[in-house]
C-alpha cells in the first residue's frame, strides 16, 4: 500500500523556519521523483520545489527560491523541505508528490503551515 504521510507543519511568526517531512512508503522511493507542493486558501496548487532520484538536479519556485531547500534521505524514504525566512504568504497546505515513471503519481493528504503574528 502506497502511502506519502507529511509532517512538521504548524504555527510559525513571519521571519521563522519549519521543516517539513514527507515520509514514504510502497513504492521505490529511491527511484521517484519528489516534489512539494502546496495549495492556499482559495488559490490553485501549486509547485514548490522538486528533487530527482539521486538529488542531482533540484527546482523552486521564484516565489521561494534563497528561502526553501528540498532535500532527501533515500535511506530513509524522506524528503524535507526546509522553510526559512518565512512569510505570511507562505501560508498554506503542504502537499508531498512522488513520480515514478511517466504515468504514476502519488499524494500525500498534506501538512498546514500558517505564518502569522
Known amino acids: 500500500q502506497v502511502q506519502l504521510v507529511e509532517s512538521g507543519g504548524g504555527l510559525v511568526q513571519p521571519g521563522g523556519s519549519l521543516r517539513l517531512s514527507c515520509a514514504a512508503s510502497g513504492f521505490t522511493f529511491s527511484m521517484s521523483y519528489m516534489t512539494w507542493y502546496r495549495q492556499a486558501p482559495g488559490k490553485e496548487r501549486e509547485r514548490v520545489a522538486g528533487?530527482?532520484?539521486?538529488?542531482?538536479?533540484?527546482t523552486y519556485a521564484d516565489s521561494v527560491k534563497g528561502r526553501f531547500t528540498i532535500s532527501r534521505d533515500n535511506a530513509k524514504n524522506t524528503v524535507y523541505l526546509q522553510m526559512n525566512s518565512l512569510k505570511p504568504e507562505d501560508t498554506a497546505v503542504y502537499y508531498c508528490n512522488a513520480a515514478v515513471g511517466s504515468t504514476v503519481n502519488y499524494w500525500g493528504k498534506g501538512t498546514l503551515v500558517t505564518v502569522s503574528s
Open positions: 528533487i530527482s532520484s539521486a538529488s542531482s538536479y533540484k
